[in-house]
């Protein structure tokens, strides 16, 4: 760990831009009406508690360490400020159950037009409808993962050390990996190019805007039904597996 207050500020200003990077990329899943400066500010605070808590000795680089911090110190502000309505989160699950419904039947992932025919609204409103849920599809993760409704820990701290798996983990997680992304290749090339351009090619909302000459709310509307689509896809696999 770093010893000394002029060490931990030396990291810590020489890894502001890591905090922008990380809050510009997690835009994807933020209402535009969210001031970015305060969320770059919580990200300063989860940038210090990675630096005061690291240790090289572990061998873990410091970027992918800090980003965890960062995402969790963002996740719990979030949470804190409680932004996403009663009613967001209502239409959020109506809009699920709706996919899932669909999707069963398809036995593929939906198109745009088909769940907007599936809600009974226009296109346009189905747009509209992903741009309010958005948020949905992001924060319920701390809930999941945490499994402890209420408590005072923080979501980068509960993270699983993958070490600690044991071998029936492992294989079951590659497993569900594996069924994801052969789910992924089901759907639309363009949705198939933006995941792979966010996830595996760390580009940045704006980035990913430009390429395909979209703007950067129709790049997350896309983004966002493909996220839902697949929670829903991980739900049924797992309710299978219990139900085996």
Known sequence: MYQTE?????????NLSLVRSVVDRMRIFLPPSLDLEDLYSVGITGLMSAVRKFDPAQGTPFAGFASLHIRGAVRDELRRMDWTPRSVREKAKKLREAMESLEGK???PC?????????????EAYWNLLDEVR????????????GEEGSDSR??????????????QILERNEIMQLVAEQIQKMPEQTRKILAMYYYENMR???????????????SQI???AVLSLRNFVRRINNSNLCS
Request: proline letters at 4%; aromatic letters at 6%; zero cysteines.
């Open 155 to 168: 979501f980068h701290e509960k993270i699983r050390d993958q070490n600690q798996e044991d071998a029936l």
């Open 111 to 123: 198109s745009e037009i088909e769940i907007a025919d599936e809600l009974g609204i226009p296109l």
């Open 223 to 225: 983004h966002t039904q």
């Open 6 to 14: 002029e060490d931990r500020a030396f990291m810590v200003e020489n």
């Open 205 to 219: 909302l704006a980035e990913i805007a430009v390429v395909f000459n979209l703007t950067e709310g129709r790049i």
């Open 135 to 146: 948020p949905v599809s992001f924060v319920p993760l701390d809930d999941e993962l945490s």
């Open 106 to 108: 398809l036995g593929r």
